[in-house]
């Protein structure tokens, strides 16, 4: 690690990749709890996956990071392991949101209110997949 400062940004960061055991089902989870829209998909037959990448942007031109959903052919679970946290999302309004995110059958593991020792409120919700996601109250 070094102790210099770089003067301008040297790079961008592009996105966080997932493995996913239903790629249908998780593109509508993503969309229709978060707002997110699929951008781009890559089906890749010779590699046997598919690629689906979700996001705000339009295709990272903004800055926006994306979320690179992998569906490996034939593979309907994974182990999410114990290094991977989550993923976060800012929201306008937290409590509407898992309110909505439980009406439509999402999964709030972490209901809505202040951060232990703060203010700042959030909450977590979890993908048919197991993965957990941050919502961070932020207008």
Known sequence: MSDATPTQ?????????????DLER???FYTKMFGMRELRRNDVPAGQYTLAFLGY???NKEGFGEIELTYNYGVEKYEIGTAFGHLAIAMPDVYAACER??????KVVREAGPLKHGT??????EDPDGYKIELIQRS
């Open 9 to 21: 940004p040297t790079g961008k960061f592009l996105h966080t990749m997932i493995r996913v055991g």
């Open 120 to 125: 700042t409120i959030i909450a977590f919700v």
């Open 101 to 106: 995110i439980k009406a439509q059958g999402g």
């Open 57 to 59: 942007g339009e295709g």
């Open 26 to 28: 998780s593109i509508e």
